[in-house]
């Protein structure tokens, strides 16, 4: 038997999701998320696990990666979807970043709620297709010069993951500045399911 592991299972995972969006089930029905309780710094894989498994395509483009994991403590979370999450939106950050510039991702406490925030230096988008980057199968490259080769699924299965645990994705972008995504979530208990 093999297994796959790394990048190659996290986008067969979303095509899964996709699959099963359009056979009309919802993707991840509440009772579907695995939530287990896992130390943030470390089951999160915020900080290592994480990191390792984008560092070979951050290095390769020659784009620095900053982990900063402040917030610590016990979470209840789905923990391969929210890596899932994670690991979706830094391959965003890195796409659309040019050599030599930064991608931060912090994890903080604000108000009871655990928040992620990744932040890149790149391109942006535009603020009138900003509203829209959030649904299924819409790709701001259509209005650019360079194509980063996505499905224009990425965000959409983010939003839906985020949103199944009870938590807040929301983007923010200046053109030709950079881009940062927030992900607001509770700790979570075992009661969440
Ligand atoms: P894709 O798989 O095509 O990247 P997504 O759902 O992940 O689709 O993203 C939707 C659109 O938002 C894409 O067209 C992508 O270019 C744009 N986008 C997402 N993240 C960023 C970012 N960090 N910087 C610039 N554009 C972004």
């Known amino acids: 038997m093999w297994r796959l592991t790394g990048q190659p299972a996290a986008f067969l995972g979303l095509a899964i999701v ?21 130390v943030l710094r470390v089951g999160l894989h915020c900080t290592d696990k994480i990191r390792n498994q984008v560092k070979p ?9 900053q982990v900063d994991c402040e917030s610590e403590g016990l979470v209840y979370w789905d ?19 040019e050599a030599e510039s930064q991608v931060a991702m912090s994890c903080r406490e604000e108000n ?18 900003l509203p829209y980057v959030f649904e299924r199968l819409y790709r701001v490259e259509k209005s650019r010069s360079r194509d980063s080769g996505g499905s224009g699924l990425g965000l959409a299965i983010a939003k839906e993951i985020v949103e199944l645990h009870g938590g807040v994705i929301e983007i923010e972008s200046k053109l030709g500045s950079g881009t940062v995504a927030a992900i607001r979530l509770e700790r979570g208990d075992g009661s969440a399911e």
């Open 18 to 38: 996709e699959i099963a969006r359009t056979a009309g089930v919802r993707a991840l029905p509440g009772h579907s998320l695995h939530r287990s309780d896992f």
């Open 79 to 97: 923990p391969e979807r929210i890596q899932q999450v994670l690991l979706n939106i830094l391959d965003n950050a890195r796409k659309h970043s």
């Open 112 to 129: 009871g709620k655990v928040v992620i925030r990744i932040r890149d230096e790149g391109e942006g988008i535009p603020a009138e297709e």
């Open 57 to 65: 395509a951050f290095e390769r483009d020659h784009i620095r990666l």
